[in-house]
């Protein structure tokens, strides 16, 4: 029986254009940190540094604190620093919405779940804080929803696609992972939840995940061959007939 619904974001809930997105990003993130050094340097730090948050192994470290024990000793900056990336994300952060819309369907199909009583995640990579995640959620028009949690690198210790994840947001929701529905739009990043028992379904086309050269050889590919559907409105209607949602 399903208690939870767990959704991805990018590519499911959010219609975005996530390499150009990820390349703007890179760029004004960057540029907050110009008095520091070239910004050659500070771009491939925070490329070796994104990477350490995502192999985060150190059992009590959030995903962020491991971005920041990495990031700024290596460019000869006290970790208080974290406060320019904070000011970042409330100030520039909101310009990259042009690379992102509405996705069809992503409000029907939340509705839905929270209609029937289940408890709803935002099971997104976690590579940013909360702030960001919320300001993402706020360019598709699905932020006035009353989530109970929402996925984020300052509240989780395990990086998406490891299976780890999903058990820890099984975990702080309270439910079991086999009482857990995660959808997605990766194979890649979302089929793992499928390696701890959730039940897992996608939709959209089948494209390679954005995010795999971030993980490459850091976890093996999903064993299960998960059911894929073209649009949110006709994965809701399967969810219907089956009287989930």
């Keep these: 029986m399903i208690e939870a619904v767990l959704f991805d974001m990018d590519g499911t809930l959010l219609d975005i254009d996530f390499g150009g997105f990820l390349d703007a990003y890179m760029k004004a993130a960057v540029a907050r940190f110009h008095d520091v050094g070239p910004a ?61 819309r509405p996705m069809d369907g992503a409000r029907e199909i939340l509705q839905a779940a929270f209609d029937r009583g289940y408890k709803v995640a935002i099971a997104t990579a976690p590579l940013f804080p909360r702030e960001a995640i919320w300001e993402r959620l706020r360019w598709g028009k699905v932020d006035d929803f009353p989530y109970d949690f929402v996925a984020g690198a300052d509240v989780l210790h395990i990086a998406k696609p490891f299976p780890g994840y999903y058990l820890e947001i099984a975990e702080k929701l309270g439910v079991a992972p086999e009482a857990c529905l995660m959808i997605g739009d990766e194979r890649e990043m979302d089929g793992h939840a499928a390696r701890v028992g959730m039940r897992t379904l996608l939709v959209g086309p089948d494209r390679p995940s954005n995010m795999e050269l971030w993980f490459a050889g850091q976890v093996p590919a999903p064993e299960a061959q998960v059911p894929r559907y073209p649009d949110l409105h006709e994965l809701r209607r399967a969810l219907q007939e089956e009287g989930i949602l």
Aim: glycine share 4%; aromatic share 14%; net charge negative.
């Design 40 to 100: 050659e340097e500070v771009a491939r730090q925070l490329v070796a540094s994104t990477v350490a948050m995502i192999q985060n192994k150190e059992p009590g470290r959030t995903i962020l604190d491991a971005f920041i024990d990495d990031f700024f000793p290596a460019l000869g900056l006290p970790k208080e620093e974290i406060q320019r990336f904070m000011a970042f994300y409330r100030e520039d952060y909101p310009a990259l919405h042009y690379w992102a």
